[in-house]
T-cell receptor
Framework: DAGVTQSPTHLIKTRGQQVTLRCSPKSGHDTVSWYQQALGQGPQFIFQYYEEEERQRGNFPDRFSGHQFPNYSSELNVNALLLGDSALYLC???????????????FGEGSWLTVV | AQSVTQPDIHITVSEGASLELRCNYSYGATPYLFWYVQSPGQGLQLLLKYFSGDTLVQGIKGFEAEFKRSQSSFNLRKPSVHWSDAAEYFCAVVLRSNDYKLSFGAGTTVTVRA
């Protein structure tokens, strides 16, 4: 059973460019969340998708957007990249119902984004 | 301000010794509490979680955590550390049962010396 898979593993972009990161959830999961983890910090919640809609959002600017497809996979898009966007981007999947209801969230290994 | 605090940035422990990682939270109500471990090349893995009930929670890999409401703490412990426990450990909270937003502490790096 494949867990959460993310691509690409590493990428380098130039300031001002746009980037798309991809995520396939664990088999059977219908909810996807994205996190940003800067070096030396804990992950920060970007947003969560269910039924192809953004359901919950953290404190990130509109430059960060996402999409969920009918097969539950998801993309994270970041426009107008800044140097400060350099980070590990983690995708996580779970069943719908919230993490306080007993659902376990599974994380992928992440996509390392470097903005130069 | 609402926050999760892990006071220790880095802890070094000898193999076979005990380990305790501290976590304090500052929220109006008791949140749902989690501990995750992150090893190089691996994603974040859930060690254990506390929602209610018995304040001593058992997790995977021989870890346990104790919830203390009076101290707003949820400290992680392991009686005897193995070299494979070297990793980054994160305390995290969720505020409501239907919430997906995990709020993480800054993490504690654990180094295990032979």
């Amino acid at each position: 059973d494949a867990g959460v898979t993310q691509s690409p593993t590493h990428l380098i972009k130039t300031r001002g460019q746009q980037v798309t990161l991809r995520c396939s959830p664990k088999s059977g999961h219908d909810t996807v969340s994205w996190y940003q983890q800067a070096l030396g910090q804990g992950p920060q919640f970007i947003f969560q998708y269910y039924e192809e809609e953004e359901r919950q959002r953290g404190n990130f600017p509109d430059r960060f957007s996402g999409h969920q497809f009918p097969n539950y996979s998801s993309e994270l898009n970041v426009n107008a990249l800044l140097l400060g966007d350099s980070a590990l981007y983690l995708c996580a999947s779970s069943l719908y119902g919230g993490l306080g209801s007993g659902n376990t969230i599974y994380f992928g290994e992440g996509s390392w984004l470097t903005v130069v | 301000a609402q926050s999760v605090t892990q006071p220790d940035i880095h802890i070094t422990v000898s193999e076979g010794a005990s380990l305790e990682l501290r976590c304090n939270y500052s929220y109006g109500a008791t949140p749902y509490l989690f501990w995750y471990v992150q090893s190089p090349g691996q994603g974040l893995q859930l060690l254990l979680k506390y929602f209610s009930g018995d304040t001593l929670v058992q997790g995977i890999k021989g870890f346990e955590a104790e919830f203390k409401r009076s101290q707003s703490s949820f400290n992680l412990r392991k009686p005897s550390v193995h070299w494979s426990d070297a990793a980054e450990y994160f305390c995290a909270v969720v505020l409501r049962s239907n919430d997906y937003k995990l709020s993480f502490g800054a993490g504690t790096t654990v180094t295990v010396r032979a």
